[in-house]
Each structure stands twice: as structure tokens, then as C-alpha cells.
């Protein structure tokens, strides 16, 4: 991935992280700086998964782009909730 790509993709980072935290249900226990990270984290994740399937191009903005982007923030969202979230 160039860093154009790169830097797209954490652009994309930061809506998707935005998106993801307004799809999961409940509450996730992160601040806004978390969810940003996340998203941006996810978003380069689900990118480079995209990518290596065939399914979203880095540097390219499509729905296809959004939808790994988004999935991937999800993804680490989920994880984070599970290794971090409130218990009980």
C-alpha cells in the first residue's frame, strides 16, 4: 500500500470509526480519541484485507472502499469491547 493510500485509508479511518461506533449497539465504553484511533486502526486493517480479496482499492473512495473500511473498524471495535469493556 503507498502512502497515499495509506493516508486515505485513515482519512476513510475517520468517518468509518464514526459509522461503526453509531452501528454497534450499546455502549462501547471508548471516548472519541479511541474511536477515532480504532476506526482509523480498522479502516487500514479492512483495507488491506479488502485489497488482498479483491474487494476495495486503496486510494480509491467507493462503496466497496467504505464497506471494508467500516467492517474493519466493527471488527476491532467488537475486540476492544471484549478485552476491555465494563464487566457485570
Same mark, same amino acid.
Given at each position: 500500500?503507498?502512502?497515499q493510500?495509506l493516508?486515505?485509508?485513515?482519512a476513510?479511518?475517520?468517518?468509518a470509526?464514526i459509522l461503526a461506533?453509531?452501528?454497534m449497539? /450499546?455502549?462501547?465504553?471508548?471516548?472519541?480519541?479511541?474511536? +477515532?484511533?480504532? /476506526?482509523?486502526?480498522?479502516s487500514?486493517?479492512?483495507?488491506? +484485507?479488502?485489497?488482498?480479496?479483491g474487494w476495495? +482499492?486503496? /486510494?480509491?473512495?467507493?462503496?466497496?472502499?467504505?464497506?471494508?473500511? +467500516?467492517g474493519?473498524?466493527?471488527?476491532?471495535?467488537y475486540?476492544w469491547?471484549?478485552?476491555?469493556?465494563?464487566?457485570g
Amino acid at each position: 500500500m503507498s502512502l497515499q493510500g495509506l493516508l486515505i485509508w485513515s482519512a476513510l479511518g475517520l468517518v468509518a470509526g464514526i459509522l461503526a461506533k453509531l452501528i454497534m449497539p /450499546g455502549r462501547q465504553g471508548m471516548n472519541p480519541i479511541t474511536t +477515532v484511533l480504532l /476506526g482509523i486502526i480498522g479502516s487500514v486493517i479492512g483495507g488491506k +484485507v479488502g485489497h488482498l480479496i479483491g474487494w476495495g +482499492v486503496a /486510494g480509491e473512495f467507493s462503496i466497496k472502499g467504505i464497506a471494508t473500511a +467500516v467492517g474493519g473498524a466493527l471488527i476491532l471495535m467488537y475486540a476492544w469491547r471484549l478485552l476491555f469493556g465494563k464487566k457485570g
